[in-house]
């Protein structure tokens, strides 16, 4: 199956911009949706498609790719927004059709 | 707003196996997919396989062929995963999503909302 890299960790200072990366084979056909998990939580989306926000997710997160890489911009960084995020995609390899996430990366928010 | 609601907690012995249920309620539950994700201890995401209820075949991910058996019961709108032959590796917390799709300018895209709140399992002598 293919994979989603991500970097494991990734800092911002507070109020400031920080983008987290995602990269793998199948992010050039498909868009990747990115996951925010807090400890001890369930996941919770944060961005899919293109970039579109489900309600209730502030505006400072954004999406973007191309080629294949996929990113989730912070514009503004919250010290709520210390988490881990986790990017996801479909992967077509093979003949099998699945789902492939990232390993994640912890953002620390200074 | 759809909510997904599992089952509770497991302590499972090697070897034996195990049934989590993921019940929905405020929405429609059988033309949506349901994805079965699971975390251990410490450790990333990872997708088992998931279901479209509607239509009742499940698709699973190669590392776990022949050991899950997701299914679905319209009739209560509730989701299931068993897992069996378990192993201490299979001590996680495993999530129930809605697995949606969409595309747009022919590239396909989909994502995971809303999850249920995770379901420990632990297995162990």
């Known amino acids: 199956s293919s994979e989603l890299t991500q970097d494991p960790a990734v800092s911002v200072a507070l109020g400031q911009t920080v983008r987290i990366t995602c990269q793998g084979d199948?992010?050039?056909?498909?868009?990747a949706s990115w996951y925010q998990q807090k400890p001890g939580q369930a996941p919770v989306l944060v961005i899919y498609g293109k970039n579109n926000r489900p309600s209730g997710i502030p505006d400072r997160f954004s999406g973007s790719s191309s080629g294949n890489t996929a990113s989730l911009t912070i514009t503004g960084a919250q010290a709520e927004d210390e988490a881990d995020y986790y990017c996801?995609?479909?992967?077509?390899?093979?003949?099998?059709?699945?789902?492939?996430f990232g390993g994640g990366t912890k953002l620390t928010v200074l | 707003q759809v909510q997904l609601v599992q089952s509770g907690a497991e302590v499972k012995k090697p070897g034996s196996s195990v049934k989590v249920s993921c019940k929905a309620s405020?929405?429609?539950?059988?033309?949506?997919?349901i994805s079965w994700v699971r975390q251990a201890p410490g450790q990333g995401l990872e997708w088992m396989g998931g279901?479209?209820?509607?239509?009742?075949?499940?698709n699973y991910a190669q590392k776990f062929q022949g050991r899950v058996t997701i299914t679905a019961d319209e009739s209560t709108s509730t989701a299931y995963m068993e897992l069996s032959s378990l192993r201490s590796e299979d001590t996680a917390v495993y999530y129930c999503?809605?697995?949606?799709?969409?595309?747009?300018?022919?590239?396909?895209?989909?994502?995971?909302?809303?999850w249920g709140q995770g379901t420990l399992v632990t297995v162990s002598s």
């Open positions: 279901i479209i209820p509607i239509f009742g075949t499940a």
């Open positions: 199948s992010l050039r056909s498909y868009y």
């Open positions: 996801n995609s479909r992967d077509s390899s093979g003949n099998h059709l699945g789902e492939v």
């Open positions: 999503a809605r697995d949606r799709e969409d595309i747009v300018a022919t590239i396909l895209f989909h994502w995971f909302d809303p």
């Open positions: 405020g929405g429609t539950f059988s033309s949506y997919a």
